[in-house]
């Protein structure tokens, strides 16, 4: 009942254990429809934060977003023959280990120890281009990808990458050819620039 009605911050009748909510906020959105020479063009993204109302920044007081703010951006730009992509991520907070490890759920954004949102886990950041292209008849593709990342940057230990923080850079190339309708040949170049 009082999670329904939103009565179930800490207060003089709930103490801090006894909260049953996670107090996460946000909004997704995708906008498409738009046309640049002729590519439908996609425009998408999340904003997500802890309850409690906190300004945006100091010039812009009077409008109130969830704290501890993460959020993903990207863009989509694709015709017949080419899909392009550019996203960033950020799971920092600004708060340490704040981003999936909730002060009162320590696991309740994983399965199996793995996070459920993000790749990249908390305190982290990733930006990536990506472009597909059809070689034939959507029987041939190439897909190229370039990503930085900077993960675990507050050397997290509820992680999956446990206390390590690192910074990447990584360039994935991928040919893919349907044989027929039971057989399909991949072919995939990986190069990495780690800082471990």
């Known amino acids: 009942k009082n999670m329904l009605l939103g009565k179930d911050n ?13 107090q996460i906020a946000g909004i997704d959105f ?5 046309n640049l020479f002729r590519n439908d063009v996609k425009v998408y993204g999340q904003f997500l934060g802890e309850d409690g109302p906190d300004p945006l920044n100091s010039t812009l007081h009077f409008i109130k977003f969830p704290s501890k703010r993460f959020s993903m951006f990207g863009l989509s730009i694709s015709n017949n023959r080419i899909i392009m992509n550019i996203e960033h991520a950020n799971t920092d907070s600004g708060f340490k280990n704040m981003t999936y490890n909730h002060s009162i759920y320590k696991s309740g954004y994983r399965h199996k120890g793995s996070p459920i949102g993000s790749s990249i886990d908390g305190d982290s950041h990733k ?12 029987d041939e593709y190439l897909n190229i ?12 230990i509820y ?27 991949e072919g995939v170049l990986i190069l990495r620039d780690p800082s471990i």
Do not use: A, C
Not at 11 to 22: M, V
Not at 30 to 34: A, E, I, K, P, Q
Not at 159 to 182: F, H, M, Q, T, V
């Open 127 to 138: 930006t990536f281009l990506s472009i597909k292209i059809n070689l034939k008849n959507f």
């Open 30 to 34: 995708v906008y498409s429809g738009l």
């Open 10 to 22: 800490t207060n003089r009748n709930l103490s801090y254990s006894d909260q049953p909510g996670n």
């Open 159 to 185: 992680s999956k990458w446990e206390d390590l923080s690192y910074r990447n850079n990584e360039l994935n190339i991928k040919y893919s050819r349907k044989i027929n309708s039971n057989l399909l040949l």
């Open 145 to 156: 990808k370039f990503q930085k990342m900077h993960i675990n940057q507050n050397n997290n």
